[in-house]
């Protein structure tokens, strides 16, 4: 029923979003962890900044990464003088756009989980002279782990669905930008409706199993609440 095009658009989306939820995993939970402990007024225009992709029209977003990224921008000029090249219309140049426009979908569950947590769990594993890091991996970190889990998975599902942004940075190459919701709106410009219905039924499956995942992992609620 998939075309081995097809099947290439898949095993490339799928690569995308698993290196952008690693990658986010690593620079969002210390995000969050500030957001959920600070009290400094800088929390609430960062908050907003890290919130941004999720009303900013994504061909907004897009367009000045791509400047960004560009021969001109700062940081296609930084990556040309560490001799990687430019980013846009490459597989690292999505990474890097995914990146942010995934941003609030990994820091803001794990902010909520991290202030679920609360002070006094660490206040006791200060008593026990347990340093800041190792209370936090000890402590604060197995308390999350359902925090953790639905951002990785908003994250991942996500970036699967993204579409703007990716056309906007990596174009249409076969290959090595074109993911699968850039071969859907290819099937359906070329008339190949029973083809786009195919990858589009793969990725209505993926979503749904996505939200069946985070509504099992979501606790049960207590009698009487």
Known sequence: MLSD???QAIWLTVRLAGTVTLILLLVGT???WWLARTTTWLKRPIGAVVAL???LPPSVLGFYLLLAMGPHGLIG???QALGIGPLPFTFWGLVFASVFYSLPFMVQPLQTA???????PLEVAATLRASPLDAFFTVVVPLAVPGFLTASILTFAHTVGEFGVVLMIGGNLPGVTRVASVQIYDHVEAFE???AHNLAAVLLTFSFLVLLALYAWRP???NGA
């Open 114 to 120: 991290f202030e679920a947590v609360g002070d006094r």
């Open 53 to 55: 992709p999720l009303v």
């Open 220 to 222: 049960a609620p207590k």
């Open 77 to 79: 000029q930084l990556t």
């Open 5 to 7: 095009s097809d099947l």
């Open 30 to 32: 210390p995000i969050a």
């Open 193 to 195: 409706y029973a083809q």
